[in-house]
T-cell receptor, first 115, second 109 residues
Framework: ETGVTQTPRHLVMGMTNKKSLKCEQH?????MYWYKQSAKKPLELMFV???????ENNSVPSRFSPECPNSSHLFLHLHTLQPEDSALYLC??????????????FGEGSRLTVL | GQNIDQPTEMTATEGAIVQINCTYQ??????LFWYQQHAGEAPTFLSY??LDGLEEKGRFSSFLSRSKGYSYLLLKELQMKDSASYLC??????????WGAGTKLIIKP
């Protein structure tokens, strides 16, 4: 139990579907992150939120739309995805981003399959 | 470009010692992290090195040489539960984390 909970754990969707991934952290952290993890590839940072404000968007396609209503919750809205978007999507949190993220606390991930 | 290299896969025997290497070329350096990730689970923090030398934490130790752009994670008295992927990440001069692709460690009885 890392204090970061992601739902759903598994998701299968067609290219025309719209779905959302949810992340909640119970650690009192101020920063939250979305990462993409593909087999045998480095973690890819997608978005960073600090105190609910987006501070980074690493050239992520617009078919991925993040939402951070408060410091404890983070969503990733998905629409018209491509098969190459199939991956494990990891949410993480940290105390802040000043001076770097420090130790990251990850959720167990949402395994996404796009048909 | 920035790059982190670590072996894709390693195999070791229960009770033995294994060393997982990580070499990096980054724009600046503000520390190196090791994370452990069991299959289907969240990555979890193992260690952080910012100064040269060896940091020991139980059966796990992490070493850093900034001049060589090199780190290793040393696991002693290997147990079956140590079978996992080990991720190396470097924080660059902009405090961005640069990740390696991970090393899958297989422990055999």
């Amino acid at each position: 139990e890392t204090g970061v909970t992601q739902t759903p754990r598994h998701l299968v969707m067609g290219m025309t579907n719209k779905k959302s991934l949810k992340c909640e952290q119970h650690l009192g952290h101020n920063a939250m992150y979305w990462y993409k993890q593909s087999a045998k590839k480095p973690l890819e940072l997608m978005f960073v939120y600090n105190f609910k404000e987006q501070t980074e968007n690493n050239s992520v396609p617009s078919r991925f739309s993040p939402e951070c209503p408060n410091s404890s919750h983070l969503f990733l809205h998905l629409h018209t995805l491509q098969p190459e978007d199939s991956a494990l999507y990891l949410c993480a949190s940290s105390q802040g981003t000043s001076g770097g993220p420090g130790e990251l606390f990850f959720g167990e991930g949402s395994r996404l399959t796009v048909l | 470009g920035q790059n982190i290299d670590q072996p894709t896969e390693m195999t070791a025997t229960e009770g033995a010692i294994v060393q997982i290497n990580c070499t990096y070329q980054t724009s600046g350096f503000n520390g190196l992290f090791w994370y452990q990730q069991h299959a289907g689970e969240a990555p979890t923090f193992l260690s952080y090195n910012v100064l040269d030398g060896l940091e020991e934490k139980g059966r796990f130790s992490s070493f850093l040489s900034r001049s060589k752009g090199y780190s290793y994670l040393l696991l002693k008295e290997l147990q079956m539960k140590d079978s996992a992927s080990y991720l190396c990440a470097v924080m660059d001069s902009n405090y961005q984390l640069i990740w390696g692709a991970g090393t899958k460690l297989i422990i055999k009885p």
